[in-house]
């Protein structure tokens, strides 16, 4: 495929606002691609050159893209910064400057010279970065040039959501009814690249054969709620429960002496993590395994854990080494996916609870989570009690044959949190999809509140369900904006669904955690709203810490959990 044909489906993309038009795109543009250029095209589309897991970046920043830029137009820096000064935009910018010309080059050959770019490293990689980026905009038409621009600088943002790939990619080669097969080999994966590839180079055979490997992260499983030990052991019955632990959840990787870590939403966090990594060269026993635990950072003195605010610290790239001298780690180890060549995700938790156990060797970083068995209630509220009092966030309790669901919320896993009286028993994960100016005091900010939204995976859409404007200290409120303005667009994106009209659009890419009262009917908002019947919403939100940068939008709490909670509310009341 001509780069230039790939534009004009980023064209297409950028200016529709209906998924279901989206989706079409997508569809047609994954039938006219060929197999080694599926990938490459994905990636492209959703603004990256590999999965985020891989670490990959460009590293260029708007100074030198506009030196880039100037050199290709001819034109001095100050005047090109002056373009983009006036429109925002710096792939408006070249468009504006640059002369239409080039030879047309393949996605392929555009692809690899971005890639090139991000090889660049060390010194005089800077000038070298420059110079080759120059090049590469002057063989280009000033549209294609308009997306170049854009991908460099990372403002790229044509909303494509993974489960639209996935369903577009299953109509354009297969049907629709494929997009659970290829969920699930994006499960074990997560490299929407690799899975196109497979399935244009395999077929359905290749799709069905995709087995879990050493540094590609397993999407994480997760819990659902319910609200006391009865309604659990009426659940699942005689289960497992475990300390549910206020930190940062590593997936670890290792094949030999090479170890790599996994955020919640499948960054590669290695570097924030050296005793971790130090740990499980020691303490792991095995050649090549997968497993998975919570990172906590503790005070040494006293072994009291801290929450996970203090361990997100380490998020920042510079001073881990301070940080892990001032807040040490626990890593507590609950599960484990693959060892030794052997896929441990389809056995029973029990068992790989066991084998876990077997290869772990007790240190000082690295522990076993604590957990007890048990199938009466009393117990196991004691069991949370107690983890409470000790100042730890609640229990999960984990159903004894159940195997590791990949990408999965459901009832092997149950979480059971501390709550406080007049409060939801557990936080949500919103979506930030636009804001309101501010209002009296809040007006010298330009923001008051955020339009918050949740995930409704059958759709891929975001569902709006509270505006929320508490929580945040002024300092928080000037950064938000910041961030928020980088990532506006001009009119509602494609997959957000939203009665009301905030002043500013964004594209849903930050997750704020909030706490609210309690969750009521309103015809305001769209999650969970079927025709005329009201949708659903939150009484007194209030932000909980800042943007959590360990969850991507679709991590964010779903419309089904929300109407759980509802009902789960409800029952409480009864009681
Ligand atoms: P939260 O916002 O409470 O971290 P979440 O939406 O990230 O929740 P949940 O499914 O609610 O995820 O809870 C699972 C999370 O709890 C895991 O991602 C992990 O970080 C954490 N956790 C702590 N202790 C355990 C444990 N023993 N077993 C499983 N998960 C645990």
């Not at 971790?276 to 854990?305: D, P, S």
Request: hydrophobic share 40%; with cysteine.
């Amino acid at each position: 495929m001509k780069f230039h044909d790939l534009v004009q489906y980023f064209e297409r993309l950028e200016k529709t606002t209906k998924r279901l038009e989206m989706f079409d795109i997508l569809a047609e543009m994954f039938r006219k691609a060929d197999a080694d250029e599926v990938d490459k095209i994905i990636y492209l589309s959703q603004g990256q050159l590999l999965p985020s897991f891989r670490g990959v970046e460009i590293g260029m920043s708007e100074k030198l893209l506009i030196r880039a830029l100037s050199g290709a137009a001819g034109r001095e820096v100050g005047k090109v910064a002056a373009v983009y000064k006036e429109s925002g935009d710096l792939g408006l910018t070249a468009y504006k400057l640059l002369a239409d010309r080039g030879t047309g080059p393949s996605v392929q050959t555009v692809y690899e010279g971005l890639f090139q770019l991000s090889r660049l490293t060390g010194e005089g990689s800077v000038d070298k970065k420059v110079a080759l980026l120059c090049e590469q905009l002057s063989d280009v038409s000033r549209e294609e040039a308009k997306y170049l621009s854009r991908f460099v600088a990372g403002r790229l943002r044509l909303g494509v959501g993974d489960a639209t790939v996935l369903e577009a990619l299953a109509l354009a080669k297969i049907n629709r009814e494929f997009r659970v097969e290829l969920e699930r080999a994006y499960n074990i994966c997560s490299d929407l690249g690799l899975v196109a590839r497979t399935l244009f180079r395999e077929g359905e055979e290749g799709i069905r054969g995709m087995a879990i490997r050493v540094g590609y992260p397993i999407r994480m499983a997760l819990c659902e709620r319910l609200s006391t030990a009865e309604e659990i052991v009426e659940k699942i019955g005689r289960c497992a429960v475990e300390v549910k632990y206020d930190g940062f959840r590593c997936q670890v990787h290792k094949d030999g002496d090479r170890i790599d870590i996994f955020s919640r939403n499948l960054e590669r966090t290695t570097p924030m993590f050296p005793e971790i990594v130090e740990a499980t060269r020691r303490q792991f026993k095995a050649q090549a395994a997968i497993f998975e635990g919570e990172a906590v950072a503790y005070n040494e003195a006293t072994g009291e854990l801290f929450p996970f605010q203090i361990t997100i610290q380490r998020k920042r790239k510079h001073g881990v080494e301070e940080m892990a001298r001032d807040f040490p780690l626990k890593f507590y180890a609950f599960d484990l996916l693959f060892a030794n060549g052997d896929d441990w995700t389809p056995r029973g938790y029990r068992e790989r609870r066991a084998e876990l156990g077997r290869l772990l060797k007790k240190d000082t970083v690295m522990e076993f989570s604590q957990a007890i068995e048990t199938e009466d209630p009393k117990e196991l509220q004691r069991f949370f009690t107690s983890a409470v009092e000790r100042g730890l966030e609640g229990m999960v309790a984990k159903r004894l044959d159940a195997p590791y669901s990949a990408g999965a919320r459901n009832f092997n896993w149950i979480k059971l949190k501390r709550s406080y009286k007049g409060e939801l028993s557990d936080t949500l994960d919103l979506v930030v999809a636009g804001y309101f100016a501010g209002k009296g005091h809040r007006a010298q900010f330009g923001i008051g509140t955020v339009l918050g939204a949740v995930y409704d995976p059958d759709s891929d859409t975001f569902k709006t369900v509270s505006k929320v404007g508490s929580g945040f200290t002024e300092e928080e409120l000037v950064r938000l904006k910041e961030m928020l303005d980088a990532v506006s667009v001009p009119h509602p994106p494609a997959r957000v669904e939203s009665l009301m009209i905030p002043d500013v659009w964004v594209d849903p890419k930050y997750v704020l955690t909030v706490t609210a009262d309690e969750i009521t009917r309103s015809p305001s908002h769209t999650a969970g709203k079927i025709g005329d019947e009201p949708g659903y919403a939150l009484r007194f939100p209030r932000t909980v810490g800042f943007i959590r940068p360990d969850k991507r939008p679709e991590d964010a709490t779903t419309v089904k959990e929300i109407i759980e909670l509802f009902e789960m509310q409800k029952r409480v009341k009864l009681k």
